[in-house]
C-alpha cells in the first residue's frame, strides 16, 4: 500500500468498513426470529397490505404431488398510486420445507388496484401432497430485496391450516 496515493488509501478503507458493515447487518438480520402470524393478520409492505385468508388442497396431479389454492387478499392503501400484483410475491413451503411452485392456473386477468381499492385472489401452486400445513411469506424484489425486507422488518410468515 506504500506506493497507492492517499485519496485511494481512504477510499479502499471506507470500502472495506462499509462492507464489514453490510455483512454484520447481514448476519445480524439472519439471526432473527421468524414472526409466525395466524391466517387474516394483514402484513402490511410500504402502502399496501397483504392478507393470507385460507389454503386448500384441491387435488393430486400425480402420486405425491398436490395442487393447493391460497386464497389472499391485497390491499392498496396509497394515496395516488395504482398497485399490480404479482402473483409470484407469495411463496409457500409445507412445515417440512417443500416449496411450493405457482401454477400457470394462477393466470390473473386484472390484477390492478387502484388507490383504495382491495381484491382476493385465489392462487394454485403444486407441491408435495403430504402438506397439512402451509407457511406462506410475501417477497418482493427478488432476493435483495428479501434480505433487506428481512433485515428491516425480520422474517414474517403467515402459518395457514391446510384442511
Known sequence: MAGLKRETKTSLIVGVLV???????????SSRPVS???PGKVLMYDDFGFTVLSAEEVDSAERGVSHYRVRVKVENHAKRVNYDFDPSVVSPVTESGGVLTLSDKSALA????????????????????????????????????????????GPRQVR???P
Open 160 to 162: 395457514v391450516p391446510v
Open 19 to 29: 462492507i464489514a458493515l453490510l455483512l454484520g447487518a447481514l448476519l445480524m438480520g
Open 110 to 153: 386484472d390484477s390492478s388496484l387502484s388507490p383504495g381499492e382491495s381484491a382476493s385472489y385465489d392462487l394454485v401452486f403444486v407441491g408435495p401432497s403430504d402438506a397439512k400445513i402451509l407457511n406462506v411469506r410475501f417477497r418482493f424484489g427478488g432476493a435483495i430485496g428479501t434480505v433487506m425486507d428481512d433485515l428491516l422488518l
Open 36 to 38: 409466525t402470524f395466524a
